[in-house]
């Protein structure tokens, strides 16, 4: 094989995770976006919620401007303040499932192609009760999801044990969400990254297989996780081949060999991958960035050898 990923994925990249103090809808947004879109390496981007109507509005034009995708994540809206999809208290979970219904429209609004979210923490002698739970918060909003459009709404596999400590989860509860939800609603998908499968105790092969045809989106990280006393460890994203951890350009290949053996990775509808990678310390963004596009450079030489 010798033809660029670009035809078989569009690059993108995770906005509010490249540039720190975005995740919370206010900072720099504009500045950060306007990097981002000015460099043609990337065919998408990913953002979170935007306080400033006008800023919003602003990110929009620049967004259809220079001609790239746009996906909406959810996540930081749960994770900033704490919310629970899957919360034992139905006003909780209320607060919850109304937090992500205006980012939906927030999503809509600025023409984003994808929604995601994360279940949330849960009791291990509670699961089943959590797992209800998730799943009447998931019907509502994949319900208000598709009264306003066809956009898919993804919920993204993280740790179970470690970090998030998700209910979604190991690849046997994710295959199980997501068989449930997809009878029901055809927007609904789950949404992979390399840096959470580690952190699963999985492989990409056991991780991936199982949920194949429900994975919707994906993306590309990093994580450390060889003992709690190393720098970035956990959920942190770090940069591909930061000390002591799992990913570097040899398991992104993998990574990537996968998606393409089980036909996610295709040159029909090429599917938005986007790198999830943030600064460490006083690591600076554009750095860390660079980074992320020669490593997958060098992964999909590795890719292409391979095929």
């Given at each position: 094989m010798n033809t660029s990923f670009r035809e078989y994925m569009r690059p993108g990249i995770i906005l509010h995770m490249a540039y720190d103090g975005l995740a919370t809808g206010t900072g720099p947004v504009l500045e950060c976006?306007?990097?981002?879109?000015?460099?043609?390496?990337?065919?998408?981007v990913e953002i979170t919620h935007i306080e400033n109507d006008e800023i919003r509005k602003k990110a929009a034009?620049?967004?259809?401007?220079?001609?790239?995708?746009?996906?909406?994540?959810?996540?930081?809206?749960?994770?900033?303040?704490g919310m629970n999809l899957n919360h034992p208290d139905p006003n909780e979970r209320k607060k919850a499932v109304d937090r992500i219904k205006d980012a939906i429209d927030e999503a809509y609004e600025i023409g984003a192609e994808g929604f995601s979210f994360l279940a949330g923490q849960y009791e291990e002698n509670k699961i089943d009760e959590a797992f209800e739970n998730l799943l009447e918060s998931t019907r509502q909003i994949c319900a208000y999801a598709a009264q306003k459009g066809d956009m898919p709404v993804l919920c993204e596999v993280f740790d179970y044990d470690i970090d998030k400590k998700?209910?979604?989860?190991?690849?046997?509860?994710?295959?199980?969400?997501?068989?449930?939800m997809t009878k029901e609603y055809s927007n609904f998908g789950l949404m992979v990254d390399c840096s959470h499968i580690p952190m699963l105790?999985?492989?990409?092969?056991?991780?991936?297989?199982?949920?194949?045809?429900?994975?919707?989106?994906?993306?590309?990280?990093?994580?450390?996780?060889?003992?709690?006393?190393?720098?970035?460890?956990?959920?942190?994203?770090?940069r591909f081949g930061f000390p002591n951890s799992e990913n570097d350009v040899a398991e992104l290949a993998h990574y990537l060999q996968v998606l393409l053996d089980i036909g996610f990775l295709n040159k029909e509808h090429p599917p938005i991958v986007s790198f999830e990678v943030k600064p460490y310390g006083d690591e600076k963004s554009e750095f860390v960035i660079a980074n992320a596009k020669r490593t997958l450079n060098a992964a999909w030489k590795l890719v292409e050898e391979k095929n």
């Open positions: 976006l306007s990097h981002i879109a000015e460099d043609d390496y990337f065919d998408a034009e620049i967004i259809k401007v220079s001609h790239m995708a746009v996906a909406y994540g959810g996540q930081p809206c749960l994770l900033t303040t998700s209910l979604i989860g190991p690849v046997d509860r994710a295959k199980k969400y997501a068989e449930i105790h999985e492989t990409f092969e056991e991780s991936l297989i199982p949920v194949k045809k429900y994975i919707r989106h994906a993306h590309m990280g990093n994580t450390v996780i060889a003992s709690p006393n190393l720098p970035a460890y956990g959920d942190m994203h770090p």
